[in-house]
């Protein structure tokens, strides 16, 4: 008897989409109501998961399990797609992007998600991610009478679907190596001697890259992020991420697991690499956004150095940096939200100078929001950075942990240029004042998080490092 | 030990900075009165601390320990003869800069209260903590708030200054989080007191040593990696000078006695010679590029290198002489480089100018704040009767039982300072005065005077009764070159 319960929460998601989708269609002007429905949704679905448990089990041949990681990255997924809505609602009527569409497409790809992390077979892992980057590219061009929008939608669909490709290329060859599509049978299959199947590694780790935006794979980023709105760079800056890193966990973990040093050898790079470009391409950065999407490109090399070692620890210390980034990002696109001058949204790093003249809460959260993204102790951006370093040098990869450090003080430079334009320049516009409370309230949590953070800075950590086991 | 008196010590101010936040009143007068009273409650417990300090107990005092991330670090703070000293310094310096700021600031008092005692938690956890990564993270986080003060409240150049400084001092640092965690790998710990126990292998201590050395000394900071000091000193408001002068550059000071040596040992037996010479380069060459400047605050910074040279040099001398010697230099350091900062801050605002050519004759405008700043001059040249006289000399004495050239060397060191320091009084203080500005000025009033003088008497106690000074940092000095030779003595019978 199949435990039918596991998939409850991608039924009960999928028949929410349907019935909000039918809602839309018959009702009119129905944006407010879909929109908070939606909301809603996601907090049931918060329940759904854990009641779920935390017992390790499979249904459909094995090919979808529910595990404590799938479990924990779907909670966090859901947490964050509910605060990224509720903050960005007053950014979407101003806007007029305020279709029915826009927040079922959002469920649709966070269905996507939800199937990616729970796959343990590489024909559902594809479908679910197709069905993630389907809704994603919509999304980035979801304000389609704006040239930048359709661009960024454009781009991103060609640049994913060749990566998709790829993916795919990898799956096959993985399939025709292995003789398996699961990913336990291909694990026991999969040996060092294999060199075909190693090729199919290099393929799927080039397509995973391509969704986490890690170098060499990353340039669609800074395009993508600067076009499309800024709810939805949001929505792209935290929420693929976060399925990525769990997906590339969960390769590594199990199919990959027994050639170990080969894929080492990759993420190093790619982690490398990351860190070093995010850094120094982000300084000559003019625009929020796509400081961010730098910014963003950084924080997955960090990420990526977690993976590196290979080690329970390590997937661990990953995980936690990814939790603490999306804090921070939530906070700093936050703020971005309440960058508008006369009803028009900016997104110039230079309109922010003098700020905390005029606005001084707000510049003290961006200070503190930027200070934790450089991982300046004693903010919480510091501790992710320390976990991801301890799991390294405990590895022994002296390298990987003294360029990651580097480059953390290359990148402080641009995060330090925004505290500067914000403290230390000439005040020159003044933003309108935003009663925006559900973008207020979550500044003031994510900031009080970032900065209490070292009061128990081993609790989040516990909690994750036991979920791995 | 039930009440967590050093746990209390470091927090206070950041009671008091959240309580100014908190204050609304216009002319920011709460906002005063509060910062007043927070060091001035936290500069009575620091001198209660000191007085209840045993001195003839060698281990670490007023120890508070918890478990501050499970199964690895702890909070643990506690402090020995020589990180007594140093937090009393740090409160009595913060209180002097409270008092001078509060006249001399006029753009956002509130924030730059609030940075400053933020700042003063930071640099008070420095001197307690006893756990690597608790340090690190004091350490580090000091950054943010003196970032703010110079890039906020800074002259012309000052975010070149500021980025400049949080830069250097980062980089230096990242190096050091690295050998923490290795540290913690390699011995399960980062308890200081455990570490000294367990002893790292020497194959690795020499790189360890290295990685602390390299946040230590962009911090102290020694040749070549001063160049942030003056900006950062010039570009700073007069509060700001103050406390990177007599504090911030005693963090590095105390952290070569209580990591460098303390944990590493054979490493810092081997690296005596790289010391030396960065010391030595320090003390002549920057005391040479003191007597080119024109810009008093630059003048001083550069001093203040060369000065940093001689505590360097006396640590790593590994005698009682040149470590007490270094020790007593930084505190005296602390208190007369401040008060130079102080008195260039009295000139400058009433002429805005830090030029020594604007100035000139200032003793027949301003007769009671030169008869001040000849003493504070006198002290930082070394004369015997100020607190200068002491450390310098110890230093030179320890140095002499070691390699006599070395000792030579510094001591052209201290006729420099002489040279630079008379030249600057000189210059400001006597001959004619030639800037019709200069005429007009008016003698240091109430609030100014009051913390010159009190400055000038430590100055001239510490110069004529350093007993105190040294009854408390003696023990643990002793006991901190007993196992420094002792790791040694046991090397070298190892090797026969």
């Known amino acids: ?469 | 030990m039930d009440f967590p008196i050093l746990s209390t010590i470091i927090f206070l101010p950041l009671v008091g900075a959240f309580f100014i936040l908190l204050s609304k009143s216009k002319d920011n007068k709460s906002a005063k009165y509060i910062s007043v009273f927070t060091t001035l409650i936290n500069l009575i417990l620091s001198l209660f601390l000191w007085y209840s300090f045993d001195n003839q107990i060698v281990e670490f005092q007023f120890v508070e320990e918890k478990v501050w991330i499970e199964n690895f670090f702890k909070y643990k703070l506690g402090i020995d003869g020589i990180s007594v000293l140093f937090i009393v310094l740090t409160s009595f310096i913060t209180q002097i800069c409270v008092i001078s700021c509060i006249n001399s600031i006029k753009l956002r008092i509130k924030e730059f209260l609030i940075a400053l005692l933020v700042l003063e938690t930071f640099m008070l956890g420095v001197f307690c903590s006893l756990d690597l990564l608790l340090f690190y993270l004091f350490f580090e986080a000091g950054l943010i708030p003196m970032f703010l003060i110079i890039g906020v409240w800074g002259g012309a150049r000052r975010v070149y200054s500021a980025f400049k400084f949080f830069l250097y001092t980062l980089l230096g640092s990242v190096l050091m989080l690295v050998a923490i965690i290795t540290i913690f790998w390699l011995t399960g710990s980062t308890d200081v007191t455990e570490i000294y126990q367990i002893k790292i292998p020497e194959q690795y201590q020499t790189i360890l040593w290295l990685a602390f050395f390299s946040s230590f000394a962009v911090k102290l900071p020694m040749w070549p990696v001063h160049t942030w000091l003056p900006d950062a000193h010039v570009e700073a408001p007069t509060a700001g000078s103050v406390i990177l002068a007599a504090i911030l550059l005693k963090m590095a000071g105390y952290g070569f006695l209580r990591f460098s040596i303390g944990m590493f040992p054979l490493a810092s037996e081997f690296f005596v010679p790289l010391v030396y010479v960065l010391s030595l380069i320090a003390i002549i060459y920057t005391s040479l590029i003191a007597l080119m400047q024109d810009d008093m605050k630059k003048l001083i910074a550069y001093s203040s290198v060369g000065h940093m040279g001689f505590v360097t040099l006396g640590v790593f001398t590994f005698t009682t002489q040149g470590i007490e010697g270094g020790i007593y230099q930084m505190i005296s350091h602390g208190l007369i480089s401040a008060a130079l900062f102080l008195c260039v801050g009295v000139l400058y605002d009433r002429m805005n100018s830090r030029m020594i050519n604007d100035y000139g004759g200032v003793v027949s405008i301003l007769p009671k704040f030169s008869l001040l700043f000849i003493i504070f001059v006198l002290g930082g040249l070394g004369l015997p009767g100020t607190s200068g006289f002491i450390g310098e000399f110890l230093v030179l004495l320890g140095a002499f039982k070691k390699n006599f050239l070395v000792a030579v060397i510094a001591s052209i060191g201290v006729v420099l300072a002489a040279a630079y320091m008379l030249w600057l009084a000189k210059k400001v203080i006597f001959g004619e005065v030639k800037n019709d500005k200069v005429k007009i000025l008016k003698d240091v009033n109430y609030s100014e005077g009051f913390v010159l003088s009190i400055l000038v008497i430590l100055t001239l106690f510490f110069g004529f009764y350093p007993e105190p000074i040294f009854n408390t940092i003696s023990p643990s000095v002793n006991n901190l070159i007993d196992v420094y030779q002792f790791e040694i003595n046991s090397k070298i019978s190892n090797i026969n």
């Open chain 1, 1 to 469: 008897m199949q435990n039918i319960n596991l998939i409850f929460t991608e039924l009960y998601l999928f028949s929410g989409i349907c019935i909000l989708l039918m809602l839309g269609v018959y009702v009119k002007n129905s944006f407010n109501k879909i929109y908070n429905l939606s909301i809603l949704l996601l907090i049931g679905i918060i329940f759904v998961i854990y009641k779920n448990g935390l017992e390790k089990s499979g249904i459909f041949l094995d090919s979808f399990i529910s595990d404590p990681l799938s479990n924990f990255v779907k909670i966090l997924i859901a947490v964050s797609s509910i605060i990224i809505l509720f903050t960005s609602k007053q950014f979407i009527l101003d806007n007029k992007i305020s279709k029915f569409e826009y927040p079922i497409i959002i469920l649709l790809a966070i269905l996507g998600m939800f199937f990616t992390i729970s796959s343990n077979d590489i024909i559902l892992f594809y479908l679910g991610l197709e069905l993630q980057s389907l809704s994603l590219y919509v999304l980035a061009s979801i304000d389609r009478d704006n040239l930048k929008s359709s661009e960024s939608g454009i781009k991103y669909f060609v640049l994913s679907a060749l990566s998709s490709g790829l993916l795919l290329y990898g799956c096959s060859l993985l399939y025709g190596f292995t003789g398996s599509t699961n990913f336990e049978l291909i694990k026991n299959e999969l040996t060092v001697e294999n060199i075909g199947a190693i090729f199919a590694m290099v393929f799927i780790l080039v397509g995973l890259s391509f969704k986490v935006s890690a170098v060499p794979f990353h340039m669609w980023t800074p395009d993508v992020y600067e076009g499309s709105p800024t709810s939805i760079t949001n929505f792209f800056a935290v929420v693929p991420k976060v399925v990525g890193l769990a997906v590339i966990i969960r390769f590594m973990d199990v199919p990959f697991e027994n050639i170990l040093s080969d894929w080492q050898t990759i993420i190093i790079f790619i982690s490398v690499a990351s860190m070093i470009l995010g850094a120094v391409a982000a300084i000559r950065q003019t625009n929020i956004k796509r400081l961010m999407a730098y910014s963003s490109i950084g924080h997955i090399g960090y990420i990526l150095a977690g993976v590196a070692t290979g080690t329970t620890y390590g997937y661990s210390s990953s995980l936690l940096y990814m939790t603490i980034y999306v804090i921070m990002n939530i906070g700093a696109f936050s703020c971005i939200y309440l960058m508008r001058k006369d009803g028009v949204y900016t997104e110039k790093i230079s309109d922010l100078s003098g700020l905390s003249k005029k606005r001084p809460l707000l510049a003290v959260s961006f200070l503190i929001i930027f200070f934790s993204l450089a991982g300046i102790p004693p903010l919480g951006g510091f501790f992710a950075k320390f976990y991801v370093f301890l799991s390294v040098v405990e590895s022994k990869m002296y390298i990987l942990a003294i360029v990651g450090l580097m480059t953390t003080v290359i990148s402080a430079f641009y995060y330090l240029k925004v505290v500067k334009i914000i403290y230390f320049d000439e005040a020159k516009t003044t933003f309108d004042e935003l009663k925006n409370f559900p973008t207020n309230s979550t500044i003031f949590i994510s900031c009080l998080i970032l900065i209490s953070f070292f009061l128990y800075p081993s609790v989040l950590n516990n909690v994750i490092f036991n979920l791995l086991g």
